[in-house]
Structure formats: C-alpha cells, structure tokens
C-alpha cells in the first residue's frame, strides 16, 4: 500500500533506502495499516462499482483502489469472504453485504457455492 509522502521529507528520504524485503519486515514490527472509509451512493452508483469490481475479479487482476487519501492495491486469492447480516427492529430494517479480499498464503474457510439474489 503506497502512502503519499511529501517531497523532499526525511521519511521519504529513508524509505528509498530500504529494500522491498525490509520494507515488509519494517510493516510486520509495526500495528497493522487500517483505513476504512464509507461512501453514500445512490443505486446507480453503487451497482457501477460492483461491476467494476466484478469484472476486475473475474479478470483476476490486481485490485487497485483509489481512496480519499491513497491508492491500495491487493492481489486477490481465492477464497474470497462473502458476509450477509441482515437486522430488524421497530424503526429500520438493514443488510450489509461484505467482501473480504485477502492477499493471502494458502486457502482457508468454506468453499461450496455463494448465496444467490432475486
């Protein structure tokens, strides 16, 4: 994941020095990269961008996404996660679809088929 770093500053000066090797071992010391970011879409939207992941995901190519602050990219592995919660109270009723995509070593979780939509 790339972080943009102003030019001309003393982290950028030390991040060309390292390799990619110790770049990694440098993010396994530290706290896990975590962004998270929500977007309100309307339906047309929404579904763009689900084709637009759709087609990159069946293409099997690397994930590229840009975010507010910063591009990531993930080479995705199979299996991929697929959550559905759905709650219910007396005010709203929500469902959440989730898609963990992992870079990952080796296969994990369930395999057998994919809930489908109507």
């Known amino acids: 994941m790339a972080i943009m770093v102003p030019k001309g500053t003393d982290i950028e000066r030390e991040e060309e020095k390292m390799t990619e090797e110790e770049k990694i071992e ?4 530290g706290e896990a990269d975590e962004v998270e970011e929500e977007y309100p879409l309307n339906f ?3 579904a763009a961008f689900l084709r637009e992941l ?3 995901l069946e293409k099997r190519d690397m994930i590229e996404i840009g975010l507010s602050q910063r591009q990531i990219q993930v080479n995705a592995e ?13 005010k709203k009723r929500k ?6 995509i992992k870079e ?5 979780g369930k395999e057998g088929g994919r809930p489908t939509v109507r």
Do not use: C, N, Q, R
Not at 95 to 100: A, N, Q, R, S
Not at 104 to 108: N, P, V, Y
């Open 26 to 29: 440098e993010k396994k010391k």
């Open 78 to 90: 199979e299996p991929i996660t697929l959550e559905i919660s759905y709650k219910e109270d007396a």
């Open 54 to 56: 759709a087609d990159t």
């Open 95 to 100: 469902l959440e679809v989730e898609l963990e």
């Open 104 to 108: 990952h070593f080796g296969a994990t």
């Open 44 to 46: 047309a939207e929404a």
